[in-house]
């Protein structure tokens, strides 16, 4: 029983002496990839929509020439209680026209004020820019007991329901106490490294934190585009869209991560 004991104050000892050394981060630069699963978009395509283009034939050709993913590139400046995402150039190289879904760009540049929940979004849909003002997306998540490592951060998983319908599973530290993440995920109490959208095909995983200074005028205010709430964009959207069918949706579902 006295070993017993020893053993369970000796771990006691360790997990607390741990916990005082640990570093919080409260600002830095998060380098994340967006990988997009771009046969298993058209596999659903396939299914979804029989009389298009796309038929098993023309998959398997496509399989021959091309990557299974798609890879985009982004950075997160954060500070306190502000975000900035804002993502990196497209490098994909050809004339694919496969791995243009909407779902495969980044389409938003965004500022987050974690502290009055607002956003300021520059967001392009096709030739056109729009400067979104509005409350960030709530999200319900439920935080589970699993973890996983991600760029060198022990990460806990949480689990959420977006858009009615979208599964979204998602890794956070909370040795960086900023309650944001890429895109427009953010909420739980840690910033998000990890996110993935299964039947979505999409990842966002952090491969690089940088614990450094942030200057001010890194958390760039985007400026770019024609003034809109959430509400008037879906609205706008939905009218231009009104003849497209199923694939409306996709459209629609894509312009409102």
């Not at 496509?62 to 954060?78: D, H």
């Not at 243009?100 to 760009?105: E, L, Y």
């Not at 319908?165 to 840690?190: K, Q, R, W």
Request: hydrophobic share 40%; glycine share 4%.
């Amino acid at each position: 029983m006295k070993l017993r004991y020893a053993i369970m104050m000796l771990f006691c000892t360790v997990n607390y002496a741990m916990a005082q050394h640990a570093r919080f981060v409260h600002q830095g630069t998060i380098q994340f990839e967006k990988k997009i699963n771009i046969y298993a978009l058209l596999k659903d395509q396939i299914k979804r929509y029989p009389d298009n283009f796309w038929s098993a034939q023309a998959f398997e050709q496509y399989q021959k020439n091309n990557p299974q993913f798609k890879t985009l590139k982004s950075e997160l400046v954060f500070k306190n209680d502000q975000t900035f995402f804002n993502p990196m150039p497209d490098e994909s190289v050809g004339n694919n026209w496969a791995s243009n879904f909407a779902s495969a760009k980044q389409n938003n540049i965004i500022l987050t004020n974690l502290k009055t929940s607002t956003s300021i979004n520059q967001k392009s849909v096709y030739e056109e820019t729009y400067l979104v003002k509005d409350s960030v997306r709530k999200i319900n998540w439920k935080i589970t007991d699993e973890f996983r490592d991600i760029a060198g951060y022990n990460c806990r998983r949480a689990n959420a329901l977006i858009m009615d319908s979208i599964y979204v599973v998602a890794f956070y530290t909370d040795l960086i106490p900023v309650s944001g993440g890429p895109e427009t995920f953010s909420g739980l109490p840690g910033m998000i490294l990890g996110v993935a959208l299964p039947r979505e095909h999409i990842t966002w995983f952090a491969t690089a934190v940088k614990d450094t200074e942030v200057a001010s005028t890194q958390l760039k205010v985007p400026a770019k585009g024609k003034p809109v709430t959430k509400k008037q964009l879906s609205d706008i959207l939905k009218g231009a869209l009104k003849d497209y069918g199923n694939y409306a949706s996709d459209i629609l579902k894509a312009a409102d991560m």
